[in-house]
């Protein structure tokens, strides 16, 4: 069975820093590309940070600068390192997975695969 699973997640004052971890289990974890999504409270969910099979990267401009993805296949696990966070970035935070590749990173219909989520908090 398919299955991602996050962690890492908390309460942060604004400034902070947090590091979110996603591992997969029962799939090739190194063929698929991995996303972040953040689902603030009563929006939809939103593509933060993608990264390809390769290590390439695609990050959402509002996390531009501040967040950084990265995978370790031998460890089938893909981090997000959170850095000055704002008041904005509290939410849900969602790993998702795709074999190969996808057209549009930061749509959630292209993932087949998804965690169940990790909560991040930031407030003073």
């Known amino acids: 069975q398919s299955q991602l699973v996050e962690s890492g997640g908390g309460l942060v004052q604004p400034g902070g820093s947090l590091r979110l971890s996603c591992v997969g289990s029962?799939?090739?974890?190194?063929?698929?590309?991995i996303n972040w999504f953040h689902q603030a409270p009563g929006k939809e969910r939103e593509g933060v940070s993608y990264?390809?099979?390769?290590?390439?990267?695609n990050y959402a401009d509002s996390v531009q600068g501040r967040f950084t993805i990265s995978r370790d296949n031998a460890k089938r696990t893909v981090y997000l390192q959170m850095n000055n966070l704002k008041v904005d970035d509290t939410g849900i935070y969602f790993c998702a997975a795709r074999r190969y590749g996808v057209r549009n990173w930061n749509r959630p219909d292209e993932y087949e695969i998804w965690g169940q989520g990790t909560r991040v908090t930031v407030s003073s």
């Open positions: 029962g799939f090739p974890f190194d063929q698929h590309v």
């Open positions: 990264i390809s099979r390769s290590g390439g990267t």
